[in-house]
C-alpha cells in the first residue's frame, strides 16, 4: 500500500514550497484515518528536502513514492524511486533514509545496531537488513514485480553520518546485508545522486509503482521453489502414517475454504511427541508450495525462532520471517486475509497481545477472522499460566461466532520418548496422582544430585541436542542476564545460570549447554535428551504429590496477578495454579526422544521418584 506518490517535477516544487511532510501527513491521514506521531512528521520535514537536489537531474515524469507500505507487515520504506533503465526495463530504487549521526555494533544480536534516537539510545535494525528485507519481502510476495520482472534496488542513505570504511556499520558481522546493498553517508552525495541517474533513465508516469500497488499479495514462484527445496532436505520434517493422512485433509479443507467461500477451523488434538509441529510445518511448505497464502503461527517465539532458522538462509531470511506469525500479531488484520493459519501449541493463546498485554480483544477470535482456515493443534494439559485460553471450547465458541464449518481430530502416534505411550501414563500417573501398574520402555533416571543430572547430559550432547530445563523457582537477575558465569540457580554447592539473553534460540545456541532453560524456552520443541531440575513447587507429602505456587520465582510471570485473582476465588484460583505447576512439569519432562533425566529439590519428592522409578522399570 503506497501513502504518497507524486512525479518529481512535483516533488521538487512541493520541497521548494516547504509543503512535502505536510502533503505526505494528509495522505497518510486520509489512508489510516488516524494522526502519525510527531517524530514521523519531523523525519519527513528533516529528511525529503535533502532529497530535492539528489534527485532533480532525473526526467519530470519518474516516479517518487513515499512511505511504502511493505506486503504483510506494518512496515514502510521511505522512498521508493520508479522508471526505466537504459534498456527500457522496469525498475525501482529502495531509499531508506537516516538523520543518525553515529551507531555501534551489537555483538550478541544478528543484524541489529545500537544508535541515538528520539533522545535516548536504542538498539535498531542494520540500516542494510532494514532496507535489505523490505526488497526481499516485495520479490517473495509481490506477484507483479515477478511476473513485469521489476529491478529492485535497495540502498541506505545516512544524510547526516561520516560513513567510512571503518565504521561500525561496516563491522564483518553486518557484511551479509550491506554487501548486497548500496550505503551512503553525507560525503557522499554525489556518487548517491551518480548512481541514481545512471539507473533511472526514462520516468514512467507512476505507473511501475501501480502496478506494484494494486498486485495481488501471494508468495512468487522464487520464494514457493526455495521452500519446497528446503523443506526436502530437512529430514526431521519427515511425515509418518497419520500425520501424513491429517495433512492431506488440511490441503483438501485449505483449497476448499478458498475456492467456496466457506471458513473453515480445524482442531486437532495431540499428546507431546504426537507429531503436531512436524505436521504444522509440513503442511505450511505444501500449502505455501500451491501458491496459498498462510502461516505457522505460535504464541512462544522460541519453537518459531528454531523451526524459522532451520528453513532460512542469507537469501531467504526475511521472506522466511513472514510464514512463522507470532499469535499476536493479527489484530490489524482484516477478514480473511489469508488463506490458512497453522496454529501450533494452540493451548498458549491469549485474549490480549502486546508486551503489555493492552492491544488486541482476543486471539483466537483475530485468528479465525483473519483465516480462510485456521487449523488449531492443540494439548489441553499443555495449558502453563493464568492468561493461557487455548481450550477446545473457547475455540468452538469462536468459529460457531464466524459461521464457520468445524471439524476435530486427533493425534495418538508417538514418535518421542523413544515411542513410549507408557511412558506418557507414567508421568500422567506421577503429576496428577492417578494409579500405575505398567512399565515402559525409556530411559527414565532419577539423578541423586543436580551435579550428577548436569554431567550426564553434557555426556549426551554429543549431537548439541541435549538440555537441563527447570521449574521456575529461582529469579532470573536481569542485570546478569548475560553472564554465564553468574549462578542464578544455587542448590547447595551446584549452581548454573538461566539461559542467556542472546539472539540464537536456546534450543539450537552451541553452548546453551552450560545454561538452565525454562518452559518459554522449550515448549514445542524436543531434544534426544532432557535434564529435568524440579523445583521446590513440587512436593511429595501425606503420600501424594502436591504443588506449592508460593515457591514460585516472583520473576516468573506464568502466575503473575495470582494474589490478586485468589482474593476473589480462592478455590477456582488455587486450583489453576495448581493445575498450571503440573502441566509445567508434564511439558518438560516430555522433552526427550531418548531419555529424561530428573533431580528433585524436595527429598521426599526425591525418593518417592526413585520408588516409582523402581516400579515402572522393573514390574
Keep these: 500500500m503506497l501513502v504518497f506518490s507524486c512525479l518529481k517535477k512535483e516533488f521538487i516544487e512541493y520541497v521548494n514550497e516547504g509543503i512535502i511532510s505536510n502533503k505526505v501527513y494528509q495522505a497518510y491521514q486520509d489512508i489510516f484515518k488516524k494522526k502519525t506521531v510527531f517524530n514521523q512528521i519531523k523525519a519527513w520535514a528533516n529528511s525529503l528536502p535533502i532529497m530535492k537536489d539528489i534527485l532533480k537531474d532525473l526526467p519530470d515524469n519518474v516516479g517518487i513514492t513515499i512511505e511504502y507500505n511493505i506486503p504483510l507487515t506494518s512496515k514502510s520504506v521511505d522512498m521508493i524511486i520508479s522508471g526505466y533503465d537504459k534498456y527500457k526495463k522496469p525498475l525501482i530504487i529502495l531509499i531508506e533514509l537516516k538523520q543518525w549521526s553515529y551507531t555501534k555494533v551489537i555483538k550478541a544480536v544478528d543484524g541489529v545496531v545500537r544508535t541515538y534516537i528520539n533522545g535516548r539510545e536504542k538498539n535498531v535494525l542494520h540500516p542494510a537488513y532494514q532496507v535489505l528485507s523490505y526488497a526481499n519481502l516485495l520479490k517473495g510476495y509481490n506477484i507483479n514485480i515477478e511476473k513485469d520482472n521489476i529491478t529492485i534496488i535497495p540502498l541506505v542513505y545516512l544524510h547526516n553520518y561520516e560513513l567510512n570504511g571503518d565504521d561500525a556499520l561496516y563491522n564483518i558481522k553486518y557484511r551479509p546485508y550491506y554487501s548486497k546493498v548500496y550505503m551512503f553517508g553525507k560525503n557522499d552525495t554525489q556518487e548517491l545522486k551518480n548512481l541514481i541517474n545512471s539507473q533511472i533513465i526514462l520516468g514512467d508516469n507512476l505507473d511501475i509503482i501501480n502496478r506494484i500497488d494494486k498486485s495481488e499479495e501471494r508468495p512468487t514462484k522464487r520464494l514457493l521453489e526455495a521452500i519446497n527445496n528446503m523443506l526436502k532436505a530437512q529430514k526431521e520434517f519427515k511425515l509418518l502414517d497419520e500425520q501424513k493422512v491429517l495433512m492431506e485433509e488440511i490441503i483438501t479443507l485449505a483449497y476448499k475454504a478458498y475456492t467456496e467461500k466457506q471458513k473453515i477451523v480445524m482442531i486437532i488434538k495431540g499428546e507431546p511427541g504426537t507429531g503436531k509441529s512436524v505436521l504444522a510445518i509440513n503442511a505450511l511448505g505444501e500449502l505455501i508450495s500451491n501458491g496459498l497464502l498462510g502461516a505457522y503461527v505460535s504464541k512462544n517465539m522460541a519453537p518459531r525462532k528454531v523451526y524459522k532458522n532451520k528453513l532460512a ?307
Design 313 to 619: 538462509n542469507n537469501d531467504n531470511e526475511v521472506c522466511i520471517n513472514e510464514l512463522f506469525r507470532s499469535s499476536g500479531s493479527f489484530f490489524r488484520d482484516k477478514e480473511n486475509k489469508y488463506d490458512f493459519l497453522l496454529v501450533d501449541e494452540a493451548h498458549r493463546l491469549q485474549e490480549k497481545s502486546g508486551m503489555y498485554n493492552n492491544v488486541g480483544e482476543n486471539q483466537i477470535k483475530e485468528i479465525i477472522k483473519t483465516a480462510k482456515l485456521s487449523v488449531f493443534l492443540i494439548d489441553e494439559k499443555q495449558i502453563v499460566t493464568l492468561k493461557d485460553i487455548g481450550r477446545v471450547k473457547n475455540i468452538e465458541e469462536w468459529a460457531k461466532k464466524f459461521k464457520a464449518k468445524i471439524i476435530k481430530r486427533e493425534l495418538i502416534s508417538q514418535f518421542r520418548c523413544n515411542g513410549s505411550v507408557h511412558y506418557l501414563d507414567f508421568i500422567d500417573a506421577l503429576l496428577y496422582n492417578k494409579r500405575y501398574k505398567v512399565n515402559f520402555n525409556f530411559d527414565f533416571q532419577v539423578m541423586n544430585t543436580p551435579q550428577e543430572l548436569r554431567n550426564i547430559i553434557t555426556q549426551k550432547n554429543t549431537n548439541n541436542n541435549a538440555r537441563i530445563v527447570a521449574g521456575f523457582c529461582w529469579p532470573r537477575i536481569v542485570k546478569y542476564a548475560d553472564k554465564q558465569d553468574f549462578h542464578d540457580i544455587v542448590i547447595g554447592d551446584f549452581g548454573m545460570s538461566w539461559n542467556l539473553k542472546h539472539g540464537e534460540p536456546f534450543a539450537t545456541r552451541l553452548d546453551a549447554i552450560n545454561e538452565i532453560g525454562c518452559i518459554h524456552n522449550v515448549q514445542g520443541l524436543e531434544f534426544d535428551y532432557i535434564g529435568v531440575i524440579i523445583g521446590p513447587d513440587l512436593k511429595y507429602k501425606d503420600g501424594k504429590i502436591i504443588t506449592d505456587y508460593k515457591a514460585r520465582a516472583m520473576t516468573e510471570k506464568s502466575l503473575y496477578g495470582l494474589q490478586v485473582l485468589i482474593k476473589n476465588d480462592k478455590a477456582y484460583y488455587e486450583n489453576l495454579a495448581d493445575t498450571i505447576i503440573r502441566n509445567t512439569y508434564r511439558v518438560l519432562l516430555t522433552r526427550g526422544i531418548k531419555g529424561c533425566y530428573v533431580y528433585a529439590c524436595d527429598k521426599s519428592l526425591q525418593r518417592y521418584l526413585k520408588k516409582m522409578q523402581r516400579k515402572a522399570l522393573h514390574l
